[in-house]
């Protein structure tokens, strides 16, 4: 079994409005591709209610950082009362989602993931000595890195969602916008 | 009593295998392999759940799938269907002998419950589709030194049972992963994602 530590523990972004249920979904999977995870797509789920669609989908991108140390996030995404909708931008139709949406993410580091150090008692305590005394620096950096990428993918969710926002709502022209207000 | 056998002759032998005096009369089967079969050595992977509730074309939902494996030369095998409405249980075993060695293995796993059949109208044409909770559990795997068609199991002896352990742990481990292994996952994501795109999910696509 290896050593499991929780880096990242439950970051949270709550919306509720409008959004593109595929544009979430490909945000997240361009950006798990981008910073070199490997995608694992436990479960996907989708029921059609009278209410709306609930979906839920839970992702465990994970890395091999190096030989020693693998990173894992778990993504879980719920939404929930989904309906179609269609908005106009620029003019132009646009079909989206309106909804309640939550998403959890979590950092777990695996370290000795490989079980190599854990096969006889002498392995294993040297193993724990080396982790928490010798190798701290590193693990503390690999425990950096894990918090980084989890940070920017819940900086990535929370900018597309609040992107969305205020899409329905009509832009107010301050009196300088005004033509020939210059 | 102590055994006639030697230590060699106890190391080289295979086990289960009938003695010469006695020849018992072969069984023919089809071939087809038992849902309970043991694990392979690569091991079978769990990959994901599709998760899905609704209304659906199961006929060609299982055209689809059963297509898209065949095109890509797997041999499709179903130990187990089992319909007893409102349940509907189905079990399939893709194999493909990639190598004399390795095998690719795709195990679908497809459980419907509170099954009804509903008629619908699509594109002003009715038609007969499902309704109900649908459970799809995909899983891949690699086996290594697989039975040959007679049925018979190689690497079976105690030594060659190490030997084999050994190459996989030691020697073949990183370029098994890299050639195979990796491969076949990403031939699953794609198998993955022909499912998602059929059922018309809201999450699909899929970047690998």
């Known amino acids: ?182 | 009593m102590p055994s006639d056998e030697t230590f060699f002759q106890k190391l080289f032998s295979k086990p289960n295998e009938p003695s010469s005096e006695v020849r018992e009369i072969p069984d023919y089967t089809s071939g087809v392999p038992d849902v309970h079969d043991e694990m392979p050595v690569g091991g079978i992977a769990p990959f994901g759940i599709i998760k899905y509730r609704g209304v659906f074309d199961l006929n060609k939902l299982y055209k689809v799938m059963v297509r898209w494996l065949k095109s890509r030369r797997f041999e499709f095998h179903e130990p187990l269907y089992r319909f007893k409405p409102p349940e509907l249980i189905l079990n399939w075993r893709a194999e493909r002998k990639k190598t004399p060695f390795v095998k690719d293995i795709i195990v679908v796993n497809l459980d419907i419950r509170g099954y009804e059949e509903v008629e619908t109208i699509v594109g002003g044409v009715k038609k007969r589709m499902v309704k109900g909770r649908l459970t799809l559990n995909l899983n891949f795997g690699n086996e290594t030194g697989y039975a040959d068609i007679f049925g018979q199991k190689r690497w079976n002896s105690v030594i060659e049972r190490h030997l084999k352990s050994f190459l996989h742990r030691f020697v073949i481990k990183r370029d098994f992963e890299l050639l195979h292994l990796d491969a076949l996952m990403y031939e699953t994501w794609k198998f993955h994602k022909v499912i998602k795109d059929y059922l018309r999910m809201e999450c699909h696509g899929n970047l690998y």
């Open chain 1, 1 to 182: 079994m290896p050593e499991q530590r929780l880096v990242v523990d439950h970051l949270t972004v709550t919306y509720s409005g409008i959004f593109n249920i595929t544009e979430l979904y490909q945000l997240v999977d361009n950006f798990i591709r981008e910073k070199g995870f490997d995608k694992r797509e436990l479960r996907n789920q989708e029921h059609v209610t009278p209410e709306g669609k609930y979906i839920e989908l839970e992702l465990q991108p994970w890395k091999k950082v190096s030989d020693y140390v693998r990173h894992n996030m778990r993504v879980l995404i719920r939404m929930i009362k989904v309906k179609e909708v269609t908005i106009d931008v620029d003019g132009k139709k646009k079909k989206m989602h309106k909804g309640k949406v939550y998403v959890i993410i979590d950092g777990l580091m695996y370290t000795d993931f490989e079980g190599r150090w854990e096969q006889r008692p002498f392995y294993f305590f040297l193993r724990t000595i080396f982790d928490k005394f010798i190798y701290r620096t590193y693990t503390g950096q690999f425990e950096d890195l894990l918090v980084e990428n989890c940070g920017q993918l819940y900086q990535t969710i929370k900018g597309y969602l609040n992107m969305h926002r205020y899409v329905s709502a009509p832009m107010k022209r301050s009196p300088r916008m005004e033509p020939g207000a210059f």
